[in-house]
């Protein structure tokens, strides 16, 4: 019994000693979370708080460069990995996440997270990143690689999303959420390649969805969603390639111009039970167009 409780106790001190001097002492959720690191269960701190200042209290409060030091060390990914994905719930993260160029080698699962500042992921690599009723004040993955997929589900983002020139190995899905957009741009995926199906559903973005020479191997999915642009364009898609089909329907709102010209859709174009305020210019299509939208 004596070596049991040893071993224990040696396991815990080993978590703590991964932790860099700087993030030291560590934050009440802080310590929650890395004691439960690695057991594969959903971690919830939204009960856990901690001081603000001098005297306002938060619940769940953990700090950027905590999270971004959990989420890219290489012990914790070890711990993680043994059990599946690294799943929290009802954090607040006070900083700016900043982890450019930098790899996270775990399955990542954000509920209920309030990130109080910007998420840059600029030319990291990632394995799969979802996000369930998150608040994001803007989200980073210029040029990034990510292996799995991408869900962002109820999601708030109070600026943009940045996606150019990632590439995506699996599905990119944005599922009930608001995205309140930064000038005309409200999700930048120009130069984006995505082997799965790039999926907008019941969405609200106030700003341009961009897809200048993006690449999508399977559907383009844009159901039940609308922008309001403040340019021209609500899609601007030229020179787009999508290898299944292309659908902009059930019961879309676009206000401004859907346009898709210099670009190859494999599949069929469906605009059905979608309204449209402006123009809509498409390409040559190689399957049969189901058009039967409205114009505003």
């Known amino acids: 019994m004596t070596n049991l409780v040893s071993v224990k106790n040696k396991s815990t001190r080993s978590k703590d000693e991964n932790v860099p001097a700087q993030l030291r002492p560590l934050l009440a959720a802080e310590a929650q979370i890395l004691k439960s690191v690695g057991e594969g269960l ?8 901690s001081k603000r200042g ?3 209290e938060a619940f769940g409060l953990i700090r950027a460069d905590f999270f971004a030091w959990l989420i890219t060390d290489a012990a914790v990914a070890r711990q993680v990995n043994l059990n599946g994905r690294l799943s929290l719930k009802g954090a607040q ?7 450019a160029f930098r790899s996270i080698p775990i399955d990542l699962h954000l509920i209920d997270c309030i990130f109080d500042s910007a998420f840059v992921a600029s030319f990291a690599r990632t394995k799969s990143l979802e996000f369930e009723r998150c608040t994001l004040q803007a989200f980073g993955l210029t040029s990034a690689t990510v292996d799995g997929s991408i869900a962002l589900d109820g999601v708030s983002v109070v600026s943009h999303l940045q996606m150019h020139g990632a590439t995506i190995g699996g599905a990119l899905s944005i599922n009930g959420s608001v995205i309140k957009g930064v000038g005309n741009t409200g999700v930048n995926a120009s130069n984006i390649s995505v082997r799965g199906n790039l999926s907008v559903i019941s969405t609200e973005i106030n700003g341009c969805l961009r897809m200048l020479n993006a690449s999508v191997n399977g559907d ?4 039940s969603t609308t922008i309001r642009s403040r340019g ?6 030229d020179g787009i390639k999508i290898g299944g089909r292309c659908f902009i329907n059930n019961g879309c709102q676009m206000f401004g111009i859907t346009r898709f010209m210099g670009s190859k859709i494999g599949g069929e174009l469906n605009l059905i039970a979608s309204r449209f305020s ?5 390409p040559w299509i190689s399957g049969a167009p189901s058009f039967l939208g409205r114009f505003l």
């Open 42 to 49: 959903e971690i919830d701190v939204s009960h856990i708080s």
């Open 54 to 56: 001098e005297s306002e």
């Open 93 to 99: 993260v006070q900083g700016t996440i900043r982890i």
């Open 220 to 223: 383009l999915e844009v159901q």
């Open 232 to 237: 021209p364009y609500t899609i601007h898609a």
């Open 278 to 282: 402006d123009a809509v210019a498409y």
